[in-house]
């Protein structure tokens, strides 16, 4: 098989997103813990919450389903997007509404609630693309070394032909596709923490109505993610939610400094 190296415009690419995914949550704990105090309890609470309930609880009835329902599900794009969608707000805002209700029952306040954002955030980035760029550049390395022959011999004909066709996207995307990854994990950090904001306020004031919205929004972002992505340039949708999360962290940055505002003149 006849391959190319990976260009250096694609591993600068590989890097900057790796950055993005490894030193954007650890910077903004350290950021937010030194203006403000937060405990890193928090931040592992919300590390823990994903993992559990995204990573394991999610995953089980996702095996489930497709399981049981296979094709007529995968098949259907807008079943498909509907289910995704509900399973991830409802699994995950469930486990951040558990986590700050009973593991941070004694240290709620506003301050946390963002660094539990951080680190629910924060991990998913860790963990889903940070996990797969080292990788990436780990293979990148082989390939460009000369090495991806070798692998590929010790194979039978079908395995290497299905490796063969994952590794050319290495060297066969342009750039831009490497680092859309990192922009949409700044949008997903950034609206785990508008989102762990309405769930504070949920448990903080009792009002389950925060709760609802979150679900709804998580809904609403991971149905429109599958539904977009089929019809538009993954370039434009990474635009569409950065818009859309900016204008949900600037709301909750205005309600944050109101109650802080309130509570300074209590």
């Known amino acids: 098989m006849e391959y190319q190296v990976v260009s250096a415009a694609n591993i600068a690419a590989m890097i900057v997103t790796l950055i993005i995914c490894l030193g954007l949550p650890v910077g903004l704990c350290i950021f937010w813990k030194l203006k403000t105090k937060a405990k890193l309890s ?13 990573l394991i609880l999610e995953q089980i009835l996702h095996i489930v389903v497709l399981s049981t329902l296979g094709e007529r599900l995968t098949g259907n794009i807008w079943l498909y997007a509907i289910y995704g969608g509900l399973a991830a707000g409802l699994f995950e805002e469930t486990g951040r509404f558990l986590a700050m209700r009973f ?12 660094m539990y954002g951080i680190g629910h955030g924060g991990i998913e980035a860790i963990l889903i693309t940070g996990m797969t760029y080292i990788s990436n550049l780990v293979l990148t390395i082989m390939i460009n070394s000369g090495g991806l022959d070798a692998m590929l011999a010790v194979m039978d004909e079908s395995t290497a032909a299905a490796t063969y066709e994952q590794l050319s996207q290495l060297w066969e995307l342009a750039p831009s596709a490497f680092l859309m990854a990192g922009v ?8 785990h923490i508008a989102l762990s904001w309405l769930v504070y306020r949920a448990v903080k004031e009792k009002k389950p109505g925060f709760y609802a919205l979150a679900v709804g929004i998580h809904f609403l972002v991971d149905a429109g993610t599958i539904l977009l992505i089929q ?8 635009g569409i939610l950065l818009a859309f999360v900016a204008v949900l962290i600037i709301c909750v940055i205005r309600n ?3 109650e802080e505002t309130a509570g300074d003149l209590m």
């Open 103 to 114: 593991c941070m029952s004694k240290s709620l306040n506003r301050q946390n609630a963002i």
């Open 256 to 258: 944050y400094r109101r």
């Open 231 to 238: 019809i538009i340039p993954v370039e434009a949708l990474e």
């Open 184 to 191: 949409e994990r700044i949008s997903a950090i950034t609206l």
């Open 42 to 54: 928090a931040f592992f609470i919300g590390c823990g919450t994903f993992f559990l309930f995204a």
